[in-house]
């Protein structure tokens, strides 16, 4: 489901805000707190989530899964 989600933050700027608040829940829920808190900082951000951004999310998400494991 978080992959998903990334997959679609490549989608029109006002999606953005609804699936950062999305991807924060769902790290949250599962115990992916740093992941968590960077989507809620880019969900305040009007801006829209650029390549390099959606990259450091990609590889927090893969470093936490790693430390899950």
């Given amino acids: 489901m978080v992959n998903q ?3 679609d933050l490549n ?7 609804e699936l950062l608040h999305k991807l924060a829940g769902t790290c949250a829920n599962f115990g992916l ?3 968590a808190a960077r989507c809620r900082a880019l969900e ?3 801006t829209p989530v ?8 990609r590889d ?5 899964l790693e430390a899950l494991g």
């Fill in 33 to 35: 707190a740093r992941l």
């Fill in 60 to 64: 927090l998400y893969r470093h936490s």
């Fill in 44 to 46: 305040k951000v009007d």
């Fill in 50 to 57: 650029d390549d390099k951004q959606l990259a450091q999310l």
């Fill in 5 to 7: 989600l990334l997959d």
């Fill in 11 to 17: 989608a029109p700027a006002a999606a953005k805000t």
